[in-house]
């Protein structure tokens, strides 16, 4: 097997089916699906058992233990050399993960490829993908494939996140051990995201102060490196003008190339992003990946400590 898809799942049984059927059936690369399973009582743990092989493969915990220790359970014990992890609530499409799996051996600085994902519900429906850029200037990686001995070096998910946090943490310390980032240009995941409580409810309020919370912890974690940056300020006054003076804000969820066939949206991370070239559309031109991260040796903190996934 040349690829490991991993997703964590709780009680979710409907929309597992849907996302194990999408690896499946969108994808050639040699691949076995890893399921880490936290308690459901839901029929999941059923349906796991009856569809378990050498190329399904159940783990059934049997409790919360939070999601950057579930998946990190399970990255430990990977052989293959490429490594995916997914949310239960995701479909591929467009052979996406048979994509990323190209670009990474077609380009050994390349270490970790975004799948790009679009919401097919909720308030960012109309967006034409999601993916933010974090308060130093990383964009981030919500769901992604990259090389496995990367993951390992870099120490998988931060359990000190938990939950909330853990996709932000992990991009950016692939970036900052050295490697190369980019997003795929086609859509790879469909999302039918979980909107959860009503935002009026304690458990939306709980949920907020947990966003928060891990915010606080990325930023403390990372903040101080977001020295030496004044061409970053610089593309992101000018992109702040552009969006308030020339109306740019309206065009964000437009799917209609503005410039040298990209739009606004990738010129949004573009401009908001520290490590993207502002040549990262010519560069990419004619490849199936873009928004390529990469960070100098002389901005790569020295500091950061990162403890190998053992």
């Not at 399921?35 to 378990?52: F, P, V």
Request: proline content about 5%; hydrophobic content about 40%; some cysteine.
């Amino acid at each position: 097997m040349k690829l490991s898809v991993v997703i964590g799942t709780y009680n979710r049984l409907e929309l597992l089916k849907q996302a194990i059927t999408s690896i499946l059936e969108q994808t050639a690369t040699p691949v076995k699906v890893y399921l880490t399973d936290a308690g459901s009582t839901d029929g999941t743990i059923d349906y796991l058992q009856s569809i378990a092989s050498e190329q399904i493969i159940p783990i059934f915990v049997g409790e919360k233990i939070g999601q950057a220790r579930a998946y990190n359970e399970v990255f430990k014990i990977l052989d293959t050399p490429y490594v995916c992890w997914l949310s239960d609530d995701n479909v591929v499409v467009n052979k996406g993960l048979d994509i990323a799996v190209e670009i990474l051996e077609a380009n050994p600085a390349i270490a970790m490829v975004g799948l790009k994902v679009r919401d097919q519900q909720g308030p960012f429906v109309d967006a034409p993908y999601i993916g933010g850029v974090s308060a130093v200037g990383v964009l981030n990686v919500n769901q992604g494939l990259l090389r496995t001995k990367v993951l390992k070096e870099v120490g998988g998910f931060c359990e000190k996140f938990r939950d909330y946090g853990i996709d932000p943490d992990l991009t950016t310390k692939v970036l900052f051990a050295g490697y190369d980032i980019v997003y795929t240009k086609a859509v790879a995941i469909h999302h039918y995201r979980n909107w959860g409580p009503d935002k009026n409810s304690p458990e939306y309020e709980q949920m907020m102060e947990k966003q928060t919370k891990y915010k606080e912890m990325y930023l403390k974690k990372y903040g101080k490196y977001a020295n030496n940056a004044w061409f970053w300020k610089l593309k992101t006054s000018a992109w702040l003008l552009m969006r308030r003076g020339l109306g740019v804000q309206k065009l964000l969820n437009s799917s209609e190339p503005v410039f040298l066939d990209l739009i606004t949206r990738d010129w949004h991370n573009i401009m908001s992003g520290r490590y993207i070239s502002l040549a990262d559309p010519i560069v990419t031109k004619d490849k199936p990946y873009y928004l390529v991260q990469h960070c100098p040796a002389y901005l790569r903190p020295k500091s950061l400590k990162l403890e190998p996934l053992k």
